[in-house]
């Protein structure tokens, strides 16, 4: 298993442009979420999936946008990029979703907005 | 609000002793472990289930006070491998507006550990 996988891991994006940032995990996890992490920061929450087609904001979900049409993909949509997006971004997976499940983290985008 | 961590950062030497502290102002239902080298995803350790509960992992053990609303981590004759920043990970269930409920991760402050020679 590889199991959660995101691309790209860097990119540098221009003010104003878009970019969709992938997470595919291949364990049959139902639950997915994408976490953000400033420099020297923890993790805050964006969007999270608790099943294909089902979806919901986290913390800080504005400025993003998600989708979850299988199980395995749950892409991040950046649509107009603002320097406060400079964060390195990471998608987990978790089985059932429930307080005692352990997430798994994919390797992270570390994302640029000059 | 996120869980405090104590020290916020902390230089041993090999073979030497640390314990990194994660206090929470919320009540604790469950207290995961991290660690995250630099430049990598967290990485996950342990978690601890209910009051009292220690686990250990190799020479990384913690304990969970859920009266204090508190957890610790204990490393022993830390070695090299030791070193990157350890965050905590308070689980609490979420209702959404849409998924019902599901469990998210609220990261502590964070504590960064070197081990040196």
């Known amino acids: 298993n590889a199991g959660v996988t995101q691309t790209p891991k860097f990119r540098i994006l221009k003010i104003g442009q878009s970019m969709t940032l992938q997470c595919t995990q291949d364990?049959?996890?139902?639950?997915m979420y994408w976490y953000r992490q400033d420099p020297g920061m923890g993790l805050k929450l964006i969007y999270y999936s608790v099943g294909a087609g089902i979806t919901d904001k986290g913390e800080v979900p504005n400025g993003y946008n998600v989708s979850r049409s299988t199980t395995e993909d749950f892409p991040l949509r950046l649509e107009l990029a603002a320097p406060s997006q400079t964060s390195v971004y990471f998608c987990a997976s978790v089985t059932r979703g429930r307080v005692a499940d352990t997430q798994y983290f994919g390797p992270g985008t570390r994302l640029t907005v000059l | 609000q996120q869980p405090v961590q104590s020290p916020q950062a902390v230089i041993l030497r090999e073979g030497e002793d640390a314990v990194i502290n994660c206090s929470s102002s919320k009540a604790l239902y469950s207290v995961h472990w991290y660690r995250q080298k630099h430049g990598e995803a967290p990485v996950f350790l342990m978690i601890l289930l209910k009051g009292g509960e220690q686990k250990g992992h190799e020479k990384i053990s913690a304990s969970f006070n859920e009266k204090k609303q508190q957890s610790s981590l204990y490393l022993t004759a830390s070695q090299l491998s030791y070193s990157g920043t350890y965050f905590c990970g308070a689980s609490t269930a979420i209702r959404g507006r849409v998924t019902g409920t599901a469990s998210k991760l609220t990261f502590g402050t964070g504590t960064r550990l070197q081990v040196t020679l």
């Open positions: 364990m049959n996890h139902n639950y």
